[in-house]
């Protein structure tokens, strides 16, 4: 992989809109390149539309063509960053809206994802099963506490060196940090007063 991470604009990052797209960059982050074939029999598509998806990220700068791999007919594709952040502030007009209908498509994947684990569960050698966990934690926090909490999690996560030790896994870590539904924003339909 080229680069760490990818900071994306507006026009980048309205390609990952679409839950596939996230879901098949993240696969190819940490799987490794793919054909829109193997892509495809993973995600349940169609070669068509995953070929489809990969053109569009390709023409937006996150994953190209893996030159080492395929032949003329077989036609690899790698993640061009390991990560995606965003900078709201460098997406301006129109960016909330595009922010908004990206972090959909991150929560449908990751929702997808943890069913998945949630489903496998069963099927895990015991030591597996007892190192999980599906947690939350409430508490009153200033924005700028969230945000110390948000990016001491970041620097723990970054301390981490991937394991070389038998036994080690690929092991998934999804923080998700919000103010409390119906809090802050206007009450859902039929709530409050």
Sequence with gaps: M??????????????????????MLGILRTDGPATATALATRLGLNTGATSYHLRQL???????????????????WQAVHRSTHTDPERLGEGGEEVMDAYLQSVAATYVHQLQR????????????????????WH?????EQTRALRDRIGDLVAELD???EPGAEHVVLQVNLYPEPGRLGPAEPGEGP
């Design 2 to 23: 080229a680069g760490d991470a990818i900071t994306p604009s507006l026009d980048q990052l309205k390609a990952l809109t679409h839950p596939v797209r996230v879901r």
């Design 117 to 136: 684990a949630l489903e496998e569960r069963p099927l895990l050698p015991e030591e597996w099963r007892a190192v999980g966990t599906v947690s939350d």
């Design 58 to 76: 390709a023409q937006h700068g996150f994953v190209e063509d893996d030159r080492e791999r395929g032949s003329g007919r077989e036609r690899w």
């Design 139 to 143: 508490r009153r926090l200033t924005p």
């Design 162 to 164: 991937d394991s070389d």
